[in-house]
């Protein structure tokens, strides 16, 4: 878990780290003696870079993905929690109050809560009981008429699917690449950085310019990886917005 200044820290040692290696390179290996080489470099460094791009395009990609789901789950958690609360009006009385309550209560306790406690990469346990209650309460109501049924059956519908959302939040919240997959980004970044480093280019200023933004790119999107990997950590993360939105629809 990185923040802001963090990011920014580990980009610019990066930067500094990679230009102090071409011009130590240069001083002790000066590029008019590798660019006999430069066939053999060349060919290593178009390998090296067309592999490492497809990997790293995959798996900024996965993270991306993982993002936007463990995002969209958030808001279908919360989406569920509204419809419990609406339906709650068409229970008897007692279980309409008790169920509107804890309904409100979860809200407060995702946000004041839960998204504290994954951001401090610990698992929740309040809202778990909670949503315990809310099925107590769903399951002690005795229908008397159709209508109240009715409710009761799209109420069970909606709290399932609240339970099913809550849990996937948690798993997502738990989630990180492998430490295989880091070894391979990080190496393949530090081999393909070399690599372009060993080019004996004519131009010094025109290398250095190159090299300089070829670690960059690389860092930056290592970075983002990072970020992006932990939905509910960082600097980037999945808001509580869509349960924010629904603790003021339920105050209405």
């Given at each position: 878990m990185l923040t802001l200044t963090q990011n920014i820290v580990i980009l610019?040692?990066?930067?500094?780290?990679s230009m102090l290696f071409l011009a130590l390179l240069n001083r002790y290996w000066p590029r008019e003696s590798r660019t006999i080489h430069n066939d053999l470099i060349g060919w290593q460094l178009g390998i090296l870079g067309t592999t490492y791009a497809v990997i790293l395009g995959f798996m900024?990609?996965?993270?991306?993905?993982?993002?936007?789901?463990?995002?969209?789950?958030?808001?279908?958690?919360?989406?569920s929690l509204r419809n419990v609360y609406r339906l709650a009006e068409g229970l008897p009385t007692p279980q309409r109050i008790l169920l509107e309550q804890q309904a409100r209560a979860y809200a407060d306790t995702v946000i004041n809560h839960d998204w504290p406690e994954m951001h401090g990469s610990q698992l929740?346990?309040?809202s778990h009981l909670l949503n315990r209650d809310m099925w107590k309460t769903l399951m002690s109501v005795k229908a008397?008429?159709?209508?109240?049924?009715?409710?009761?059956?799209?109420?069970?519908?909606?709290l399932s699917a609240l339970t099913e959302h809550r849990r996937t939040r948690l798993q997502q919240s738990v989630y990180r690449l492998p430490t295989i997959f880091w070894a391979v980004l990080l190496v393949g970044g530090l081999v393909t950085i070399l690599s372009a480093s060993l080019f004996g280019a004519a131009n010094r200023t025109l290398h250095a310019v190159?090299?300089?933004c070829f670690t960059m790119l690389i860092t930056l999107v290592l970075l983002a990886i990072a970020d992006v990997n932990l939905p509910f950590r960082g600097w980037v993360h999945v808001s509580d917005f869509a349960f924010q939105r629904a603790q003021q629809n339920m105050s209405d």
């Open positions: 610019v040692v990066t930067m500094i780290c900024l990609y996965t993270v991306w993905t993982n993002f936007g789901e463990a995002n969209l789950n958030a808001d279908l958690e919360a989406n929740p346990e309040e008397a008429s159709p209508s109240e049924l009715l409710a009761e059956d799209h109420a069970i519908t909606e190159q090299v300089f």
